[in-house]
């Protein structure tokens, strides 16, 4: 599973989303809040309903390079913030991703851990409910089980089983390496068009021919 993360933190979420259009991205509304990071690691799941209590069982049953992904069911109350991001940091967990709301941007951004989530709202919930921790959990319109994958940077997330991202990996690792030598060649001069098969697949498609569009590095 190590080598398996270090060549998911290796490509962007863009190029995975490329070689398996079908993985489960999430709802774009949920943006990183600190431009610049990206994360990957499983998902250790728990539920924060206006309630932030549950996010101290979670910090602690959370493995170093873990993910702590927060399902709160709606709530329009900020369930985590400096506190629990500097406790999750020092636990060596990988980020947060919180379907919902987050406060201290200030703090967090001293801190520089991932961190995910709709927005920030000053306003905290109560610490009253335990919540559920390690169970599925719905996030930003995508079923999460925990052990999942969270893979996350500035272009948004996706979170899918380990055997799924492994499967898209390599196409993924080649998209990332075509691109890198056509922005080589573009900053060489060369023009974008001639180093795609635009034109081919352009007419393959008036023909009504079944067509891709290909790169030519």
């Known amino acids: 599973m190590t080598e398996l993360i270090d060549r998911l933190r290796a490509v962007q979420v863009s190029s995975l989303c490329d070689a398996d259009k079908t993985l489960p991205v999430i709802d774009p509304a949920l943006q990183a809040l600190l431009p610049g990071t990206a994360m990957v690691g499983p998902a250790v799941t728990v539920t924060c309903h206006d309630d932030h209590l549950p ?3 979670a910090l602690r049953a959370a493995e170093p ?3 702590l992904v927060v399902a709160t069911n709606g709530g329009g109350r900020a369930v985590s913030g400096e506190l629990f991001a500097t406790e999750a940091a020092r636990r060596g967990l990988a ?10 941007l200030r703090g967090l951004r001293t801190i520089g851990l ?13 610490t009253r409910d ?12 995508v079923t999460v089980s925990p052990g999942d994958l969270v893979a996350g940077d500035d272009d948004g997330l996706l979170i899918a089983s380990a055997a799924r991202l492994e499967a898209a990996l390599p196409v993924a690792e080649e998209i990332e390496r075509a691109e890198k030598a056509l922005v080589e060649a ?19 498609l008036g023909r009504g021919e079944d067509s ?5 590095v």
């Open 65 to 67: 390079g873990s993910v």
């Open 130 to 141: 335990p919540g559920l921790v390690g169970t599925e959990v719905g996030i930003g319109g």
């Open 186 to 204: 573009m900053a060489r001069g060369e023009e974008l068009h001639s180093l795609t098969t635009v034109d081919e697949h352009i007419a393959a």
């Open 95 to 104: 980020g947060i991703v919180v379907d919902g709301y987050c406060r201290d």
């Open 212 to 216: 891709k569009l290909g790169f030519l």
């Open 55 to 57: 996010m101290f069982a």
């Open 114 to 126: 991932p961190v995910f989530a709709r927005g920030t709202c000053p306003a905290s919930g109560s």
